[in-house]
Structures are given as C-alpha cells and as structure tokens.
C-alpha cells in the first residue's frame, strides 16, 4: 500500500509541483488550496502524512495544525516562509513533526518526508510491544504471550500487566497501581490490588514456571 500524503498549499504552482514529485516517487497525494477545505480533509482518518502551509486563506496552517493534534497524531511537516523564525518554533511547539523552509528543493523535502515516516514507524514498534523476558504483550492486538504461547487475560488483569510492563523494573505501590488501573475514584477494597496480582501470577508464573511479578515487601509489585 503506498503512502497516503496531504498537501495543503494555496500556492497553485508549488502545490502542483509537489504533487507531481510525490507521485513519481510512489506516494498517494491529495490537495487543499485553502485553510477550510484542508483542515476538513486533514480531520479525515487515513493519511499518513500531512504537508501544511502556514501562510493560508480562510484558516492559517497554525490554526489547522492546532485543530487537528486534538483529534490526530498523524505526522505533519510546516511549509514555512523564510526567516519566519517564530512560525517554525510555534508550529513544532504545537505538534509538527518538522518544517521545511520555501523556497525547497524538492529532494529536501522527501529526504524530510523519509525521515518522518521512519520516526513514526519506530514510535509505533516502541508503543505497540512491551515485553519482559520470554513475556510480550501487544497493546495493538492485545495479545499477551510467554514464549509465543498465547494467555488469556481479562481486560482488568490486561491492563494491569501493562501498566507493570510500562513501568519495568519500578516498584509500583498499591496506591498507584489502583490508580492507574482501576481510576482514581475507585471506591472498593484496595487489595483487589493483591486479588489480580495473584490472578496474573496464577495465570503466568504459576503456569510457565517463572518467577515474573515480584513483591517488594511493605513497598507493592514491580517487573525486572
Ligand atoms: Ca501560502
């Protein structure tokens, strides 16, 4: 599947130009030429890259970049004017992942646009796996297993897991862990905290043979 990139751009000509460069390098483009129109597509799910200049009608580029980081982690490079150093500042102060300076060669920017889907492939691996030993959870697919062998959690005893995971070799107290796991209003007894520790022990250690969830006395629970 090839790349799906927006370009929002009211320069007709650059627009154009970029349009025909990205295509010949393979990837999908679609175009805005005004700040209205752009921020309605760029809401639209399915792109992988978003092309934003900040010099546009109806709805400046910093306006659109600050909508859409609300709904949207999709990856954006500012079209910046030249020596507009405060553009280039506040637009990756409000979530653009890079800027690139007009007038461009063109080999900058797909050098800058590799560059981005290479960050953000690797920000996905990092999230998506966390993992201790012969044990990984997938918070994607949410699959957790011990040595490719698959175990069945319940959401509660999931979450749980991932939160201890997230957080390797901490000793995470009852208190925060009931926190992080059952909400800060939770109103029941705090050693539910101890209740699911046994279950995933019971469900992981006891049964694969490995001690994983350790107790850290009068502290609470923690993963090596
Ligand atoms: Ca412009």
Do not use: C
Request: no cysteine; charged share 35%; glycine share 6%.
């Amino acid at each position: 599947m090839n790349e799906k990139i927006l370009i929002i751009e009211d320069e007709e000509k650059i627009a154009r130009f970029v349009e025909l460069e990205l295509s010949h390098e393979g990837y999908e483009v679609s175009k805005a030429h005004d700040g209205r129109d752009g921020l309605l597509l760029a809401e639209k799910e399915g792109w992988d890259l978003i092309l934003l200049d900040v010099m546009l009608p109806g709805l400046s580029g910093m306006e659109i970049l600050r909508r859409l980081r609300k709904v949207s982690d999709v990856p954006v490079i500012m079209l910046t004017a030249k020596d507009s150093v405060s553009d280039k500042v506040s637009g990756l102060d409000m979530g653009a992942d890079d800027y690139i300076t007009k007038p461009f060669a063109i080999e900058e920017l797909l050098a800058r646009i590799r560059a981005a889907f290479k960050r953000n492939r690797k920000a996905e691996r990092r999230s998506s796996i966390l993992s201790s030993g012969r044990l990984s959870l997938d918070r994607n697919s949410h699959l957790v297993t011990y040595d490719q062998t698959p175990i069945d959690l319940t959401k509660r005893e999931f979450i749980l897991l991932e939160v201890l995971l997230e957080n390797r070799s901490i000793v995470l107290s009852r208190d925060t862990l009931l926190e992080k796991v059952w909400g800060y209003d939770y109103m029941g007894e705090t050693n539910i905290v101890d209740v699911y520790i046994y279950y995933l022990r019971s469900k992981i250690d006891d049964k694969f043979g490995e001690k994983i969830i350790e107790t850290v006395r009068g502290v609470g629970y923690m993963i090596k």
